[in-house]
């Protein structure tokens, strides 16, 4: 598999968003040059203790912090009338890359119902100008809302309900788990519940890289 130079640098770098609208998570990827099915393979197992750590995070109330964006946006977390999915980010993970075109692809069947935030440690700006995120990208370098959430990795995500309590946490993504998300998703914000097609996402659970201070 062939990567374009800037995301090459990026993974080497690593070792281990906003994205264009469209109707296929593939497509998002494709534009950037990049095999889905190849860059999907390069990820860091969920182990065990991250799963049951993530599931103790279930009915907690919510860190709630109120930050600015790139853009000069104030985003609330916790704050809100609507559900919210917090979503983190590492710069130069392969697998945030990688599943940003997916979480792209429910914050848009979700617009207006639930509000997604994207937490990245460094670079926000190019991160969502790079990937063309579908909704804000705060920039944390400290990584304290990482620590807060007890985020350990990138592609960590927490649904959080309109009480403010942390409804589900998830350590990574997988088809199957992003499928989850949309029922979640769905519930959280009274909407009728339609299939998603989490489409390339690895069969597997998957965590990205993780966070270091």
């Known amino acids: 598999m062939k990567l374009p130079p800037f995301l090459l640098l990026a993974a080497l770098a690593v070792g281990c968003a906003p994205s264009a609208p469209s109707s296929s998570a593939n497509a998002d990827l494709e534009r950037l040059g990049i095999d889905p099915a190849e860059y999907a393979k390069v990820h860091h197992d969920v182990t065990a203790r991250m799963e049951l750590e993530a599931k103790s995070q279930a009915n907690r109330l919510a860190p709630a912090f109120a930050r600015t964006d790139p853009y000069g946006k104030t985003v609330n977390v916790g704050k809100e009338p609507m559900p919210q999915m917090v979503v983190f980010v590492k710069k130069g993970c392969?697998?945030?890359?990688?599943?940003?075109?997916l979480f792209?692809?429910?914050?848009?069947?979700f617009e207006g119902k639930v509000e997604f935030v994207g937490v990245i440690d460094k670079e926000a700006k190019d991160?969502?100008?790079q990937f063309r995120v579908a909704f804000p990208v705060i920039e944390e370098p400290t990584l304290k809302l990482m620590r807060a959430y007890d985020a350990r990795a990138s592609v960590y995500s927490a649904l959080v309900a309109r009480n403010g309590h942390i409804v589900k946490m998830w350590p990574g993504y997988s088809a199957a788990w992003l499928k989850e998300m949309n029922g979640l998703l769905a519930k959280a914000s009274a909407t009728p519940e339609k299939s998603f097609d989490p489409?390339?996402?690895p069969t597997e659970k998957a965590s990205g890289c993780p966070f270091t201070s």
């Open 94 to 101: 392969p697998c945030s890359i990688d599943a940003q075109p």
């Open 104 to 109: 792209n692809k429910l914050a848009r069947r």
């Open 199 to 201: 489409e390339y996402a």
């Open 127 to 129: 991160f969502s100008t």
